[in-house]
């Protein structure tokens, strides 16, 4: 897709806004680490686990992470849009 096809459907800012730096990320970091860090905790719990009680933990821990991740970056892109 060109830069013409993405002016013409409307996508691109106006070239004076344009910048050679990236966006910054809105994303908190320590938060991103956290839900890294309990879905890996829910990953190995669910490995550990073999069909027990642990394993339930696991898939737990790891739907709530995988839940606040998502959660956690549509909130991010909400903040991006509203400045």
Do not use: H, Y
Not at 16 to 36: H, I, K, N, Q, T
Not at 50 to 64: D, Y
């Amino acid at each position: 897709m060109s830069i013409r096809d993405l002016r013409n459907m409307g996508l691109l800012k106006p070239e004076s806004e344009w910048s050679d730096r990236p966006p910054s990320s809105r994303v908190r970091g320590w938060a991103a680490m956290f839900w890294l860090l309990l879905a890996g905790a829910g990953c190995a719990l669910m490995i550990i686990g073999g069909g027990g009680v642990w394993m339930w933990a696991g898939i737990v821990a790891f739907t709530v992470s995988l839940g606040g991740f998502v959660r956690l970056n549509i909130r991010s892109v909400d903040r991006s849009n509203s400045q």
